[in-house]
């Protein structure tokens, strides 16, 4: 695709781009790394499902939990030392966050080896 555009900021001066089609070729360098968080409303518990290819390598991975203002309430660390198959489960307790975890809605992350996977939301609800 060719484009042609003319500026002509004084009338004085005469300027004429041509624009060529330019492509980025996409690299889907994310790895195939999936979370599932169920239930989801939750009131006491909630688990977090991982799974990860057996040829993904990693080291270290964890989930942080954040409240609407992007404060952490609490993180969740697993090294792959816990990592047994190609799928890992996390029970995460409200009451045993290190912050304060009222009802309401709640942003996590997936990270691992430093990078981000994923997000989404949690909700918590009143019994």
Not at 62 to 88: C, H, L, Y
Not at 104 to 109: A, D, M
Request: charged share 20%; aromatic share 14%.
């Amino acid at each position: 695709m060719t484009d042609t555009i003319f500026f002509e900021p004084d009338s004085i001066y005469y300027k004429e781009y041509i624009l060529t089609d330019v492509s980025i070729p996409l690299i889907d360098d994310k790895p195939d790394i999936q979370i599932f968080i169920a239930p989801n409303p939750f009131f006491h518990k909630t688990t977090s499902h991982i799974s990860m290819p057996d040829y993904q390598r990693w080291n270290h991975g964890k989930i942080s939990i954040r409240n609407m203002n992007g404060q952490i309430v609490d993180v969740i660390s697993f090294p792959n030392a816990e990592w047994s198959g190609n799928t890992f489960t996390i029970d995460w307790y409200p009451a045993m966050a290190r912050g304060i975890v009222m009802p309401g809605l709640y942003l996590y992350s997936l990270e691992v080896d430093d990078r981000f996977i994923d997000s989404g939301k949690l909700i918590i609800h009143n019994p």
